[in-house]
């Protein structure tokens, strides 16, 4: 599923019935408003635009850190390299799609425990990326 301008009414009442139903899976957000996104060994805060990863504070670029922010507001949702690179740079564009590669391979450099083995950032062959929504760490 790709968001789409216009989706995010469904998916937030899909979220929200999830966790009314108990249906919420280990790996949903432990606590979310509307900045701070914390997941087992991983918390986001977009307020002040930390990362803290095994308690540790990782430093990430403005571009990475809101590569990762998107991907991880909206778990499970597959974004595309288009998709991902017009809503960091907050407009559409022809953007290279190697820059969101590169971008996402630093990510993972930082924050995952195995980076050939991403827990956190998933990649869907052929589509895009997501945020992991539902395996636990092992």
Known sequence: MILEVGDDEEELLDRILA???????????????SYCLVFPGLSIDGLHHTVLCGGREIELTHVEFEILYL???YPGIVFSKEQIY???RGEAGDGDGSIITNH???IREKIEPDPAR????QTVWGVGYRFNSGKKIE
């Open 19 to 33: 966790v009314v139903h108990g249906n919420v899976t280990a790996f949903e957000p432990q606590k979310q408003d």
């Open 118 to 121: 991403p827990v956190y950032i």
């Open 86 to 88: 017009d809503a960091v």
């Open 71 to 73: 991907l991880a507001k």
């Open 104 to 106: 996402i391979h630093n």
